[in-house]
């Protein structure tokens, strides 16, 4: 298939630059796969499509203020760091701007009493740098005093401090992602509360969101793509939860495409997730390929041309996607990050 397939236009003022007020007050869009059938509701009404015996899997990824400034020691100009993925205890791929001023060996500081510092120790995948840090005390009371959570690059506006919680989902709790899990941003912990009162049973997985999310596809057809790798895992007990969900014939509903991810990583082919403390995944989900573990997806609108819309196409098909997206776009749905979600079942 080729990456223009997954194309739709979309004004730029439907992308969403503030999240509402409210995180439940957001527009959900219903698709069912069986009938074709579009609804238009309030995300609180998600519960009117979730039942006793089902599993909502939630990413409990938490976002890191991985966006960082500051000066090249040997000559004073400015640079511009984004963490991307954990190498070590210190050690960080990064990205930098502007890559051509920083070399193996160079210093970056950061702060007014210079309380941190990189070293550029080499090259690592697609442009980034690996920098180790030095800095007294611990890294991530540093990181959080230094640091500005990374907006993604559609919303053209720095981020303030409201952005550090309300770009977080109200169950974020392991640190290591550069964006958020946005599908989980419209659960409140009232509605979750609501949930569970229902008979539906919460799983927790972990899926530490890459800078990858949001690289384009270059390739002409999809399946010349190399997809991005990023870190996950899933304790015993929530594995448990899913299987005994499966089990039992009730159904996985995967909130994100982070969660889908993680579960159809973990899954052996009848759908059974095995647990692990961490591992890697590049899986890359498209059209033509099987679902095993996820039987309904609670997610956002996404970007054309992305790996995600490409993920969730896999789950309905293409066609029924890209109509219910120009649906959207008519119905002023508002789009990305803090934008509407979507109920595929």
């Given at each position: 298939m080729r990456i223009d397939e997954f194309d739709y236009d979309l004004p730029e003022e439907r992308i969403a630059q503030k999240p509402l007020p409210e995180r439940d007050h957001s527009r959900l869009m219903i698709l069912n796969k069986n009938t074709g059938i579009i609804e238009?509701?309030?995300?609180?009404?998600i519960l009117d499509y979730i039942y006793e015996g089902d599993c909502l899997v939630l990413n409990n990824s938490r976002v890191i203020p991985a966006r960082l400034y500051g000066i090249k020691a040997s000559t004073g100009a400015r640079i511009e760091f984004l963490l991307t993925r954990r190498k070590s205890i210190d050690t960080w791929e990064t990205l930098v701007r502007p890559g051509k001023r920083l070399k193996k060996g160079d210093?970056?500081?950061?702060?007014?009493?210079d309380e941190l510092r990189a070293e550029i120790m080499g090259y690592g995948d697609e442009g980034t740098r690996v920098v180790k840090f030095s800095y007294d005390g611990?890294?991530?009371?540093?990181?959080d005093r230094l640091g500005h959570i990374p907006l993604p690059p559609y919303i053209r506006r720095e981020s303030d401090q409201s952005d550090?919680?309300?770009?977080?989902?109200?169950?974020?709790?392991?640190?290591?992602?550069?964006?958020?899990?946005?599908?989980?941003?419209?659960?409140?912990?009232?509605?979750?509360?609501?949930?569970?009162?229902k008979g539906v049973k919460l799983a927790y997985v972990t899926l530490h969101v890459g800078i990858g999310t949001f690289r384009p596809v270059k390739s002409k057809y999809i399946s010349e793509h190399h997809?991005?790798?990023?870190?996950?895992?899933?304790?015993?007990?929530?594995?448990k939860i899913i299987n005994d969900t499966k089990l039992h014939g009730g159904r996985i509903i995967a909130v994100g495409t982070t969660s889908a991810r993680t579960l159809e990583s973990a899954s052996d082919e009848k759908g059974m997730?095995?647990?692990?403390?961490?591992?890697?995944?590049?899986?890359?989900?498209y059209p033509g390929y099987k679902y095993k573990a996820v039987d309904a997806v609670i997610t956002n609108f996404h970007l054309p041309k992305s790996t995600l819309l490409m993920l969730v196409s896999a789950f309905y098909n293409r066609e029924a996607i890209l109509k219910a997206y120009n649906e959207a776009v008519a119905l002023n749905y508002r789009f990305f990050s803090y934008g509407d979600a979507m109920f595929i079942y």
């Open positions: 238009h509701r309030n995300f609180a009404d210093t970056v500081i950061f702060g007014e009493n611990i890294f991530e009371e540093v990181l550090k919680e309300r770009y977080q989902t109200v169950y974020s709790k392991e640190e290591g992602s550069v964006a958020a899990p946005t599908a989980g941003l419209h659960f409140t912990e009232p509605l979750l509360e609501r949930v569970k009162e997809m991005h790798s990023e870190n996950y895992s899933i304790d015993d007990k929530n594995a997730v095995k647990s692990t403390n961490m591992a890697t995944t590049n899986l890359f989900i």
